[in-house]
């Protein structure tokens, strides 16, 4: 999405404007968004305003935006196209499953809408939590243009009452992102087809606050071979993977560029300043594209071979031996080299992929396979769901975990080292992970899936009981 964002930006001699929506607080980190600000400028997606360079309609981030979302919150409030709503999570849920069992479309049912403001105000000075609700109409239709798809309309019968103030005094995206976008001037989207269904609410705002909406293109979302969402659980989706698996970002630019457009002459390799220049909506396409590894693989080799030998060598030392990288692996091998030349044997797995694993590799004389399955897939699982990669973390994780499965630790770690490194001997568990990152070691243990080839029943059978230890953990942690 940003790739085609900044293409179309360029091509029009517009602004290409990078901004951090981080009104939820537990998802978003200082550590995530620098992975985002290294991921875009490793591609070479230059912003023109952002939260580190600054611009006009600053600050880039929403978290220090609040006090402008709640003057437009108050807009709303006056005008009687917005209401507080004071209903209890629990209140929420039972008319949720009400609406499911009678296979209803699911929303707020505006018990809160009719409350008057007398009755509002007292209940705000008794300091009862509340939050800001969107007041959608009970009938009719909402029409708008899409530049991809044309014409689109959705029931106001599907649209809920969407929360726009959260209870700690945060927006929800879709208020941010409305306000933002007219602050900023921002005059085009190109966004996840995920978002078409949001449309109706974002229209309602900006009539609500007599603005003009931006033109709006819902690009076609990534898919795996099974026609499945592009995911994490299936595939690495982080850009930072890539870069760290050796990929050049002139050959990934060129694959995603590849992803649901194309070029005049249907070329498939081009530069970012050839797709710039080409660059025309009209030939994007709405037909889900598959992201094929094996593809991207082949394009990467073509841009390798495309390369001087002198050029080839300086992005090998870019990629790996270059010195922040080596001082994480210093501190791993001294201890355990006696020739400088042992820094390949002992770090190949780091600096490269695992050798082809089989199932007799994962043989273990206290665990019988499917103990190994379990590991493998509650760990990933687990590293799914983290936030932070630190080791400590990492290792109070394994520990828990190996206590819910009623493993020794030793045992329970013992098909993750063979999964991460590829061997029964090698450097610590927890330093490869951390210089591996979080995208690559969750690769190493989805490979270690494929191989002892988990079934899609037994998936099945692991989740729900990775959902139970989930909880164990959870009451640890507590």
């Known amino acids: ?47 023109d305003h952002g939260p580190d360079v600054g611009g006009p309609a600053g600050p880039y981030r929403q978290s220090e935006r609040r006090q402008i979302y709640r003057t ?32 209803q479309t699911t929303r707020y049912d505006g018990h809160c809408a009719g409350l008057d403001q007398a009755e509002v105000d007292g209940r705000l000075a008794a300091g009862e939590s509340s939050v800001v609700r969107l007041r959608v109409p009970d009938e009719g239709v909402c029409t708008f243009q899409d530049r991809l798809r044309g014409e689109i309309s959705i029931p106001y019968s ?20 409305v306000v933002d976008d007219h602050e900023m001037g921002i005059t085009h989207i ?69 992803m649901g457009w194309s070029m005049p002459d249907e070329s498939e390799i081009f530069d970012l ?6 660059f025309d909506p009209g030939r994007l396409s709405v037909g889900a594209p598959i992201f094929d590894p094996v593809k991207l693989g082949w394009l990467n080799g073509q841009y390798l071979r495309r390369l001087s030998p002198e050029e080839y060598a300086a992005r090998v030392a870019d990629w790996m031996l270059n010195a922040p990288r080596l001082s994480q692996l210093i501190p791993l091998v001294q201890e355990r080299a006696e020739r400088l030349s042992d820094l390949v044997l002992l770090t190949d797995y780091l ?80 330093d490869s992970w951390i210089f591996l990152g979080m995208d690559l070691s969750r690769a190493r243990l989805r490979g270690a899936l494929e191989v002892l080839q988990l079934s899609g029943k037994e998936r099945k059978r692991l989740d729900k009981q990775y959902q139970a230890v989930r909880s164990g953990l959870s009451q640890s942690a507590d």
């Open 190 to 258: 190109l966004r996840g087809e995920e978002w078409l269904s949001s449309v109706p609410k974002h229209k309602l705002l900006y009539d609500f606050l007599g603005w003009d909406m931006p033109e709006m293109i819902h690009l076609p979302l990534l898919r795996n071979a099974d026609q499945s969402k592009l995911s994490k659980r299936k595939n690495p989706t982080g850009v930072n993977y890539y870069r760290d698996m050796g990929y050049l970002p002139e050959a990934l630019l060129n694959y995603l560029g590849l």
């Open 1 to 47: 999405m940003a790739l085609f964002n900044y293409v179309f930006a360029r091509h029009h001699g517009g602004e290409f404007v990078l901004r951090i929506e981080d009104t939820d607080q537990v998802r978003s980190t200082a550590a995530s968004e620098q992975t985002i600000l290294e991921a875009l400028s490793w591609l070479g997606l230059k912003w």
């Open 273 to 278: 300043d050839q797709m710039v220049e080409a």
């Open 72 to 103: 437009h919150i108050d807009t709303l409030l006056e005008r009687g196209h917005a209401f507080q709503c004071f209903c209890t999570p629990e209140r929420l849920e039972a008319v949720r499953a009400e609406q499911q069992a009678a296979k």
């Open 351 to 430: 600096m490269g992929s695992v050798r082809t694993l089989s199932v007799a590799d994962f043989e273990h004389k206290k665990l019988d396979a499917g103990q190994v399955r379990q590991v493998l897939h509650h760990t990933l699982a687990a590293f799914d769901e983290l936030r932070h990669w630190q080791r400590d973390d990492l290792f109070e994780l394994c520990k828990a975990l190996a206590e819910q499965l009623a493993l020794p630790l030793r045992d329970f770690l013992w098909p993750l080292f063979i999964a991460t490194s590829g061997r029964s001997v090698s450097l610590p568990l927890f």
């Open 158 to 177: 599907q649209i809920d009452m969407q929360v726009l103030l959260k209870k700690d005094g945060l927006p929800t995206y879709h208020m941010a992102v």
